[in-house]
């Protein structure tokens, strides 16, 4: 059974920086994409940043390019999101997810979830 487990987030005041980790269990995680998603209230779940299966180029969404830095550990089945200069439009709920589909951004093809972590930014 694949089991994501998230853990970092919090509230943080605009400029600052936070990191979430994403632990997977039951699963290589270079054998499925592994892409970090946000939800904030109303909108659509949208992609921020991910790997694609079997390719270490991490893939970060332009509204977050320059800020985010996604990063892995194979050994420790760990992906890592780093958030710098953080906005308060990046409030939100982050997820990680593992999919084994064809498509890495698209949020609906992905099998596996994370429990989501809180993502506060103040202004």
């Known amino acids: 059974q694949v089991q994501l487990v998230q853990s970092g987030g919090g509230l943080v005041q605009a400029g600052g920086s936070l990191r979430l980790s994403c632990a997977v269990s039951g699963e290589r995680i270079t054998n499925v994409h592994m892409g970090w998603f946000r939800q904030a209230p109303g909108k659509e779940r949208e992609f921020v940043a991910g790997f694609r299966r079997s390719n270490s180029n991490p893939i970060v969404a332009d509204p977050v390019k320059g800020r985010f830095t996604l990063s892995r550990d194979v050994a420790k089945s760990t992906v890592y999101l780093q958030m710098n200069n953080l906005k308060p439009e990046d409030t939100a709920i982050y997820l990680c997810?593992?999919?084994?589909?064809?498509?890495?951004?698209?949020?609906?093809?992905?099998?596996?979830w994370g429990q989501g972590t809180q993502v506060t930014v103040s202004s």
């Open positions: 997810g593992a999919s084994r589909s064809l498509y890495y951004s698209d949020p609906s093809t992905y099998n596996f």
